[in-house]
C-alpha cells in the first residue's frame, strides 16, 4: 500500500527533476505538493484501497508524509 502511494504521488505531483521519494518524506512542509492534492489523495484511496477517509481527518499535517497518511488509513 506504501508503495502504491508513493507511486501515485510521484507520478501526478513530482517532477523528473525532484528526488524519489520515501515514507518519511516531508511533502507538503517542504513544498512538494500543495495542499489542493489532498483532494486527489483522498480520491486515490477511496478508489485504490476502498477506504473513505473523512475530509476532517485529512489535513496539511495528518497527511504531511506517505507514513502519516498511513497511520490514518489504517483506522479506516
Known amino acids: 500500500m506504501e508503495q502504491k502511494l508513493i507511486d ?28 489542493f492534492s489532498l483532494v486527489s489523495l483522498q480520491t486515490f484511496i477511496a478508489k485504490e484501497f476502498g477506504k473513505k477517509i473523512p ?3 485529512i489535513t496539511a499535517q495528518s497527511f504531511d508524509t506517505v507514513a502519516q497518511m498511513m497511520e490514518i488509513i489504517d483506522q479506516f
Open 8 to 35: 501515485f504521488i510521484t507520478e501526478e505531483f513530482l517532477s523528473d527533476d525532484d528526488d524519489p521519494i520515501t515514507t518519511q518524506t516531508k511533502l507538503i512542509s517542504s513544498g512538494l505538493i500543495d495542499s
Open 55 to 57: 475530509a476532517p481527518k
